[in-house]
């Protein structure tokens, strides 16, 4: 009925590829400016060991991996060139 309706109304929002790139990090920088320099120096390595990991359990078992456009890399970098904003 209507509960089911509003959960589902409040659920995530899909976003256009490379738009959210450069808010979340300004994001995580904001709220991580605060914290020790060790924290966030292990948080970052942590999660590139992580992605890289990952990155390699999925090509030894055949999956093409495209990590720098699944990121949106590319259009954020064409963007930038362009001067104007990620389409």
Known sequence: GGRDH???DLGHQPVADGQQ??????????LLHSFPAGLVIYWTWNNIL????QWYIMRRH??????LENMGIPKLIGAIRKG????
């Open 84 to 87: 104007g904003p990620a389409e």
């Open 6 to 8: 509003q959960r589902r």
């Open 21 to 30: 790139v450069l808010p979340t990090w300004l994001f995580f920088t904001y």
């Open 62 to 67: 055949g999956v093409e991996v495209n990590l």
């Open 50 to 53: 992580s992605v890289a990991q």
